[in-house]
T-cell receptor, first 111, second 115 residues
Framework: EDQVTQSPEALRLQEGESSSLNCSYTVSGLRGLFWYRQDPGKGPEFLFT???AGEEKEKERLKATLTKKESFLHITAPKPEDSATYLC????????????FGTGTKLQVIP | DTGVSQDPRHKITKRGQNVTFRCDPISEHNRLYWYRQTLGQGPEFLTYFQNEAQLEKSRLLSDRFSAERPKGSFSTLEIQRTEQGDSAMYLC?????????????FGPGTRLTVL
């Protein structure tokens, strides 16, 4: 049973073309939802932590939002350097300290 | 900078050999985690330490895998009698417990290739 599902699997955008990535989760007792960026051959780089529905966080061209069932990562006017795989992960009650990751969205931004 | 470091970054070994990886967490982080990631997948949890105590182990961690964190500082992950299916990126992360939820910061990973 998938607990964290990310969509789309891959996304190709023109530079400047805004879009959103989705992360839906089915766990109960959410303690935190995390967004990471991962470049090929490297470890995940932390972006945001969201704790409760309605929360929003922003960093440069990225904005993360959270509802009771899903999170969105909005990318405004992306640049080629935003190309990466974006991973969503959840920490939930009953999962102890185990963070469960989705499979990621591979974003390509074309100049 | 005091980010999470891992050594080696790449390891190529023959099936049946033993390998050991090292992780140095961010200083003052009391929690340390190991994950495994295969191509096209998200990281999968393997095990977790709080200080020197190993508090959680995944079913993915077979008897051939062992992890230690002596003195609550660096950690090692050993794989005995490696198999081709062990080929993956092994990631280490650390966090500092501050309340109920702490953010994990990842190292660059060790890429293992088993021939």
């Amino acid at each position: 049973e998938d607990q964290v599902t990310q969509s789309p699997e891959a996304l190709r955008l023109q530079e400047g073309e805004s879009s959103s990535l989705n992360c839906s989760y089915t766990v109960s007792g959410l303690r935190g939802l995390f967004w990471y960026r991962q470049d090929p051959g490297k470890g995940p780089e932390f972006l945001f932590t969201l704790y409760s529905a309605g929360e929003e966080k922003e960093k440069e061209r990225l904005k993360a939002t959270l509802t009771k069932k899903e999170s969105f990562l909005h990318i405004t006017a992306p640049k080629p350097e935003d190309s990466a795989t974006y991973l969503c992960a959840v920490l939930y009650s009953g999962g102890y300290q185990k963070v469960t990751f989705g499979t990621g969205t591979k974003l390509q931004v074309i100049p | 900078d005091t980010g999470v470091s891992q050594d080696p970054r790449h390891k190529i070994t023959k099936r049946g050999q033993n390998v050991t990886f090292r992780c140095d967490p961010i200083s003052e982080h009391n929690r340390l985690y190991w994950y495994r990631q295969t191509l096209g997948q998200g990281p999968e949890f393997l095990t977790y330490f709080q200080n020197e105590a190993q508090l959680e182990k995944s079913r993915l961690l077979s008897d051939r895998f062992s992890a230690e964190r002596p003195k609550g500082s660096f950690s090692t992950l050993e794989i005995q009698r490696t198999e081709q299916g062990d080929s993956a990126m092994y990631l280490c992360a650390s966090s500092f417990r501050a309340g109920g939820t702490d953010t994990q910061y990842f190292g660059p990973g060790t890429r293992l290739t088993v021939l």
